[in-house]
């Protein structure tokens, strides 16, 4: 694992700056190209497939392009062709002509300043939703909330792993459906895993219950429409039909069959792991307070693995012996005084871990515990104590005035859920505000905050050119002739077969493309339904992009983040390939309970 860590990726990353300038110039020539002679409308259809496919391609293999590159620059091309598809015979053209300047500023006035139409567009609130609920979330996760239930859950079972692990990633599963999955997933991992390594789990186990988390938040998240992308995107194109009615009835089913898979194959791995909560480490002890001292003095929060890794100048060929003791459940202070780590360089991981003012306390506390002198480590840990109960009514404040973020979040929900037309992303702000309130004055910890939420939402920029590519894709009626297409599929299949045909679909296609992409595209041709077939259609691929966004490494951006997470602190030689080879067999077993559930809900409503 040592030398997995230090391996070179050798990835070439391709400019992205000559990449959109060969954009500009291709979409250049397509316009005038469309000026001369006359494009095909299936031309909107190539580009578009083209360029999701180029997301999948230039993620997997060496050459790399960033992907907000690939999609901003085919989005130039694929509107230089609709343009000339969509110009001689426009509203807009013909209003020019007979209004004037009038007929433009009605036309930017709907599409470009009003949110109705900027939901036309590019989805406009639900990206507007993510955005705050990312801030909602990292405000949130600044009180350590998580942390706090879980280790308190951690006593309760007497140290036990697996009925631990259960009632977290249960937790977790049930915010994701309201919440933010990314930072969701992302506070999930760190726990875990710090749960994992006092109990001495062996790698593997941590790495398969990290990629397992990917169902968590998204399967098993997918009972509500909030905490995911792709379901609010379902939700918006399938309006008024998709209510919460609609995912409670319909999804709920599903993402609790789905949590019961997880929790039997976790357990499996899990069974008899025990934490001796009677000699948890001081830090371990106090875990949540001692993050929230990380965020107030240095607005950082690192697990100790991941610590010593932003630290490997100061630690030198120490650096894998001391990562490898973390990994088997070692407080970091214990762990730098056996590899002999000079007291003025502990001191200073131990400050830059914790805080100033209780490095020489804490390597006092490590060495006494090292040498077994345990009537000396007791006297050095009072002052240490003091400091962090001092936080814990800081940080118990904070998390008050989350909780209370809750309200208007919730309520503005309800308001949507009632009034289509008043705005989501209202609810998000207005959890944020309040929550954001809490760790106003905390200045470190504040800019953490920010910057988490930042550093998500990112993340999601690159949807917004495939958003308006794939309207602009509407607009040459190609999902009109798709629902031609599934309508002439439930008379040849059954509406049984064809759903599930639409999951396994879904599936496949999140597996190599982003499921935000394939939940706006696939759920377009479903408008003309029948009702129950809508819904059973809905259903179905929803369940497939949030299966086959966990498939692989680049399905869906809580696979992303876990598998960042996997090559940074557990196997830095994990390849794409292990991670299929990993997932495949739960996958299969969410594909055994899709089976029957869809084939259920035909019987139920068709018979």
């Known amino acids: 694992m040592e030398n997995a860590k230090g391996n070179a990726n050798n990835?070439?990353?391709?400019?992205?700056?000559?990449?959109?300038?060969?954009?500009?110039?291709?979409?250049?020539?397509?316009?005038?190209?469309?000026?001369?002679?006359?494009?095909?409308p299936g031309l909107v259809a190539a580009e578009v497939f083209l360029t999701v496919i180029s997301l999948f391609v230039f993620g997997s293999i060496r050459y790399r392009i960033d992907k907000n590159a690939v999609t901003y620059g085919a989005g130039l091309v694929i509107f230089a062709t609709f343009w000339n598809l969509w110009w001689p015979n426009s509203h807009l053209r013909r209003g020019l002509q007979a209004e004037g300047v009038s007929a433009l500023t009605a036309f930017l006035k709907h599409w470009l300043l009003s949110l109705h139409g900027l939901n036309e567009l590019i989805h406009?609130?639900?990206?507007?939703?993510?955005?705050?609920?990312?801030?909602?979330?990292?405000?949130?996760?600044?009180?350590r909330l998580l942390e706090t239930i879980s280790f308190s859950v951690l006593q309760k079972n007497r140290g036990k792993v697996a009925p631990t692990i259960a009632i977290l990633t249960a937790i977790v599963a049930f915010a994701s459906g309201i919440?933010?999955?990314?930072?969701?997933?992302?506070?999930?991992?760190?726990?875990?895993?710090?749960?994992?390594?006092?109990?001495?789990?062996?790698?593997?186990?941590v790495l398969y219950a990290v990629m397992v988390s990917t169902i968590v938040t998204t399967?098993?998240?997918?009972?509500?429409?909030?905490?995911?992308?792709?379901?609010?995107?379902?939700?918006?194109n399938l309006h008024p039909h998709l209510d919460n009615a609609f995912f409670l009835r319909y999804c709920l089913p599903v993402a609790v069959g789905s949590y019961l898979i997880v929790y039997f194959n976790v357990r499996k791995r899990l069974k008899g792991k025990v934490v001796d909560t009677q000699k948890l480490d001081i830090l371990d002890l106090h875990t949540a307070d001692v993050r929230f001292l990380q965020a107030l003095r240095h607005g950082q929060v690192l697990i100790a693995a991941e610590f010593v890794d932003f630290h490997k100048d100061v630690l030198g060929d120490k650096h894998p012996a001391?990562?490898?003791?973390?990994?088997?459940?070692?407080?970091?202070?214990?762990?730098?005084?056996?590899?002999?780590?000079?007291?003025?360089?502990?001191?200073?991981l131990l400050g830059l871990y914790v805080a100033e003012n209780l490095a020489e306390d804490l390597d006092l506390h490590y060495q006494h515990e090292v040498a077994g002198h345990h009537d000396s480590k007791d006297a050095s840990a009072r002052h240490i104590q003091g400091v962090l109960r001092s936080m814990r009514r800081q940080r118990v404040r904070t998390?008050?005035?989350?909780?209370?973020?809750?309200?208007?979040?919730?309520?503005?929900?309800?308001?949507?859920?009632?009034?289509?037309?008043?705005?989501?992303?209202?609810?998000?702000?207005?959890?944020?505000?309040?929550?954001?309130?809490?760790?106003?004055?905390?200045?470190?910890?504040?800019?953490?905050?920010?910057?988490?939420?930042?550093?998500?939402?990112?993340?999601?920029?690159?949807?917004?050119?495939?958003?308006f590519s794939i309207t602009l894709l509407q607009k040459t009626g190609f999902f009109a002739q798709l629902s031609e297409l599934?309508?002439?599929?439930?008379?040849?299949?059954?509406?049984?077969?064809?759903?599930?045909?639409?999951?396994?679909?879904?599936?496949?296609?999140?597996?190599?493309?982003?499921?935000?992409?394939?939940?706006?595209?696939?759920?377009?041709?479903?408008?003309?339904?029948?009702?129950?077939?809508?819904?059973l259609f809905a259903m179905a691929q929803i369940a497939g992009y949030a299966a086959g966004g966990c498939w692989t490494h680049i399905g869906s951006a809580q696979s992303v983040v876990a598998y960042a997470f996997i090559r940074r602190e557990v196997d830095g030689g994990f390849t794409p390939f292990?991670?299929?080879?990993?997932?495949?067999?739960?996958?299969?077993?969410?594909?055994?309970?899709?089976?029957?559930?869809?084939?259920?809900?035909?019987?139920?409503?068709h018979g």
């Open 124 to 143: 406009a609130d639900t990206m507007l939703f993510i955005l705050g609920l990312t801030l909602f979330v990292a405000a949130i996760a600044q009180t």
């Open 322 to 348: 001391v990562d490898r003791r973390l990994h088997e459940g070692e407080p970091l202070g214990a762990a730098l005084i056996r590899e002999g780590i000079p007291a003025e360089a502990r001191k200073k």
């Open 11 to 40: 990835l070439v990353e391709i400019s992205s700056k000559k990449f959109l300038l060969g954009c500009l110039i291709l979409a250049v020539g397509v316009y005038f190209l469309g000026r001369q002679v006359a494009l095909p």
């Open 179 to 205: 919440l933010d999955g990314v930072s969701m997933i992302g506070l999930m991992i760190r726990v875990m895993v710090l749960i994992l390594f006092l109990a001495k789990v062996k790698d593997e186990a």
């Open 219 to 236: 399967v098993c998240g997918m009972w509500l429409a909030y905490g995911e992308p792709p379901n609010l995107i379902m939700k918006a």
């Open 578 to 605: 292990a991670w299929i080879k990993a997932m495949t067999p739960i996958i299969i077993e969410i594909f055994i309970l899709m089976t029957a559930v869809i084939y259920g809900e035909a019987w139920l409503s």
């Open 486 to 535: 599934l309508h002439a599929g439930i008379n040849s299949l059954g509406v049984a077969a064809l759903a599930y045909l639409q999951f396994t679909g879904a599936a496949f296609l999140s597996a190599i493309l982003d499921n935000n992409i394939v939940a706006d595209f696939a759920s377009r041709a479903l408008h003309g339904l029948e009702l129950g077939t809508l819904y």
């Open 399 to 467: 998390q008050w005035i989350g909780a209370l973020a809750f309200i208007p979040f919730v309520a503005f929900l309800v308001w949507h859920a009632i009034d289509h037309d008043f705005p989501l992303f209202y609810a998000s702000f207005a959890g944020f505000a309040v929550a954001f309130a809490g760790i106003y004055r905390l200045t470190r910890m504040r800019r953490l905050a920010l910057h988490d939420a930042k550093h998500e939402y990112i993340e999601y920029l690159f949807l917004l050119p495939l958003f």
